[in-house]
């Protein structure tokens, strides 16, 4: 029996979000007595043997060109050969962008249970329960997996991995694969920017900013603190800033350690994609607004004057 | 070519969430129903666009679902859509959801199957991959565009920071998300047109289920908004610093 996690990577990079995962899906060997095996497809330039800090015993790597790029069908396929190899009864992913497009179908082709989206590890003292987020944010579900196969697709930043000191063992991972279907022909990324997903900042603004030229004082805020950028769904709409930057219930959905929001009234669809986030705080003039409801910490202020003495303090504590 | 297009029923965005029978289902009381906001904006009206294009495209409507879902498959019809299929069974598990709508799928015949990237209820995003695995199809994810050029699909979808543009042959599953098409409302014609488009119920298959909800639980509730003042926000910067200590 083994605990197996799928690493997702880009570029030859292991994701944040599947280091969460390999941390996690460690935890739960521990737990259930056996032990954690991770299987890396496609090529990289990452040291594998370090997943061992994360409690990978084993690496199973299949380093073929054919799947440096995601055709969920072939990955499927390739990770259902792993999962038998390695005798998996518990298969973890990220619920990252590749993990969703993975996760079911692996789900559907073992005939075997999904959790997507969990927030916290299995309770396994009776059956086998795992926690996610349900209706977008604002309640949980615990959901039992009935079958001998569990498999368990953890939400980005819900998981923060406990470094140890060992070194995995890697091993090459002979798998049958077919040419892939989907074929990738570009990627466009936003250079120099940290993902949404993965941000564990992130500085966002609504309509309160009055407009796109003001979107300097957030870009600001957010390069001094390392943080992403995100929007309100209005602020998108206007084309004020690109889709990719809406959250809430029908944007991203994300849960960082910190989620600071300018002039963003808190309507419910907007706080059901970001009140997961650890620590809220709400920059807005209108004291009746609904966001402080939600928040940690606010500033009942004109963002116009708050902002600039906010920035000028970080830069000092920064030392910039 | 033949589209299908899945719809799923969820509350209303701003409906209160609460759970009834010891915490073990959701208390559906005087709830208002909507399409999915993601099956309605972006699957269907990019369904119903690809036809504008081509008239003899066939679109069909797929709900899982008890008779109390007619209503929003209805909506649904009148925004677009030839026929609706509904298989009459309710269920929370996306693997029996995904193998009733692999059944009708199988018999159908369709060149491209449709989801929203996620519902806004359970959030599995899990339909459209569980349907393309079960049907031996391709599948793409998170589609914010699709185009079709013969039987060459080009469908970009979000990846970490941007974007990846992928070319498939048809036939595809295709989950979609904002980007793909501009939410519609329906028009006075459409509304009259729905009612008399064949909706038809279709008996369950017998599958069994993988997962069961065991329980719900609400977030535990804030503990209340520390509040800074606006002449002092250096002062927000230290607590943020200190006291919550994110940077
Ligand atoms: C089905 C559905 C789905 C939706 N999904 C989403 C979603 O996913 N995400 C989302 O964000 N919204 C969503 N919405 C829209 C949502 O209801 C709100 O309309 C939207 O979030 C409002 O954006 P906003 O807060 O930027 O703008 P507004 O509501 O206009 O609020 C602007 C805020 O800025 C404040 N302000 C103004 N000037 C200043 C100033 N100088 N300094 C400080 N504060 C100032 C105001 O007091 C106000 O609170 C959805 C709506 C529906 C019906």
Not at chain 1, 274 to 283: G, P
Not at chain 2, 64 to 80: E, F, S
Request: glycine share 8%; proline share 5%; with cysteine.
């Amino acid at each position: 029996m083994s605990v197996l996690i799928y690493i997702d990577q880009a570029e030859g990079q292991i994701k944040k979000s599947s280091f969460e995962a390999a941390s996690y899906g460690a935890k739960l060997a521990e737990q259930t007595g056996t032990t954690a095996e991770a299987l890396v497809l496609g090529n990289v330039s990452d040291d594998l043997s370090a997943l061992g800090k994360y409690g990978i015993k084993k690496v199973h790597h299949v380093a073929d060109a054919q799947l440096d790029h995601l055709d969920a069908q072939l990955f499927i396929k390739v990770i259902a050969e792993a999962a038998a190899a390695s005798q998996a009864d518990i298969i973890v992913l990220s619920a990252n962008v590749n993990g969703k497009a993975i996760a079911p179908g692996l789900s559907a082709r073992l005939k075997s249970g999904l959790v997507a989206g969990a927030v916290a590890l299995p309770d396994t003292s009776n059956g086998f329960v795992v926690k996610k987020g349900v209706f977008s944010g604002k309640a949980f579900a615990n959901i039992r997996i009935n079958s001998p196969i569990k498999i368990i697709s953890l939400t980005p930043n819900a998981f923060t991995p406990v470094l140890g000191e060992g070194v995995a063992e890697v091993a090459p991972f002979t798998a049958t694969i077919e040419a892939p279907k989907v074929k990738v022909t570009a990627t466009n990324k936003v250079k120099g920017q940290i993902p949404l997903s993965e941000a564990e900042l992130v500085i966002s603004g609504g309509r309160g900013l009055k407009g796109p030229e003001n979107w300097g004082m957030i870009e600001e805020l957010a390069q001094l603190l390392g943080a992403a950028t995100a929007c309100s769904r209005a602020v998108a709409d206007a084309h004020w800033r690109p889709h990719h930057e809406h959250v809430g219930q029908t944007g991203g959905s994300i849960a960082p350690n910190l989620y600071f929001a300018v002039g963003i009234s808190g309507a419910i669809q907007h706080l059901a994609g970001v009140n997961r986030s650890k620590t809220i705080v709400v920059i807005n003039k209108d004291p009746e607004a609904p966001f402080f409801k939600a928040a940690d910490y606010g500033i009942v202020g004109d963002a116009f004057e708050v902002m600039p003495k906010i920035i000028e303090a970080v830069k000092k504590l920064k030392g910039k | 070519m033949k589209i299908l297009v899945c719809i799923s029923k969820t509350p209303d965005t701003t409906a209160k969430i609460a759970f009834a029978d010891n915490n073990t289902k959701f208390a559906a009381d005087g709830v208002q129903w909507i399409i999915n906001p993601y099956d309605e904006w972006y699957a269907l009206v990019r369904a119903i666009e690809l036809k504008e294009k081509d008239p003899s495209t066939i679109i069909h409507l797929i709900n899982v679902g008890g008779a109390d879902a007619d209503p929003i498959i209805r909506k649904a019809l009148a925004l677009g859509g030839d026929e609706a299929i509904r298989v009459n069974t309710d269920s929370t598990d996306s693997f029996t959801i995904a193998s009733q709508i692999a059944n009708v799928a199988r018999e159908g015949g369709y060149e491209l199957i449709f989801t929203g990237k996620e519902t806004i209820d359970y959030n599995g995003s899990s339909i459209g991959g569980m349907v393309a695995e079960l049907l031996d199809m391709p599948f793409v994810s998170l589609a914010t565009k699709f185009e079709l050029a013969g039987n060459m699909a080009t469908i970009t979808r979000e990846i970490e920071g941007g974007e990846e543009v992928a070319e498939v042959n048809i036939p595809v599953v295709v989950s979609c998300q904002k980007g793909m098409a501009e939410q519609r409302i329906p028009n006075m014609k459409g509304i009259m047109g729905a009612r008399t488009k064949p909706l038809k119920v279709v008996e369950p298959a017998a599958v069994e289920a993988l997962t069961s909800i065991e329980r719900f639980e609400l977030p535990p509730a804030k503990a209340g908004v520390k509040l800074v003042s606006p002449d002092n926000p250096e002062e927000l910067v230290r607590l943020l610093h200190e006291e919550a200590k994110l940077f």
